[in-house]
């Protein structure tokens, strides 16, 4: 059974920092690529980042570019997301997900696996 797990989340306040990072157990993921979307209260599930199976190409979203990075671990076998300057719109459920292809979109119909989230909450 394939599983995604999320962790990292929790609260902070606004100019702060998270690391949040996902982890894969049931099967492993060569050739896949990884994202990380959100879901903030009344509003849809959005795209935050991405990075293609290589850890070669990454991409984000206007409203984190800059503030967030996406990575993997090879070692420890994640895909982890460093969140900088955090603030009160980034408040949200995390989730992880694992791309159809090696390269990676924004569309979060091609995403396969999904983890159960976690949640990011950023006070003023």
């Known amino acids: 059974q394939v599983q995604l797990v999320e962790t990292g989340g929790g609260l902070v306040q606004a100019g702060g920092s998270l690391s949040l990072s996902c982890a894969a157990s049931?099967?492993?993921?060569?050739?896949?690529?990884w994202g990380w979307f959100r879901q903030a209260p009344g509003k849809e599930r959005e795209f935050v980042a991405l990075?293609?199976?290589?850890?070669?190409?990454?991409d984000y979203s206007d409203s984190v570019k800059g503030r967030f990075t996406i990575s993997k671990d090879s070692a420890k076998k994640t895909v982890n997301l460093q969140m900088n300057n955090l603030k009160p719109d980034d408040t949200a459920i995390y989730y992880c997900?694992?791309?159809?292809?090696?390269?990676?979109?924004?569309?979060?119909?091609?995403?396969?696996?999904w983890g159960q989230g976690t949640q990011v909450t950023v006070s003023s």
């Open positions: 990075i293609n199976w290589r850890g070669t190409t990454t």
């Open positions: 997900a694992v791309h159809k292809l090696s390269t990676g979109s924004a569309d979060p119909s091609d995403y396969l696996y």
């Open positions: 049931g099967r492993t993921f060569v050739g896949y690529a």
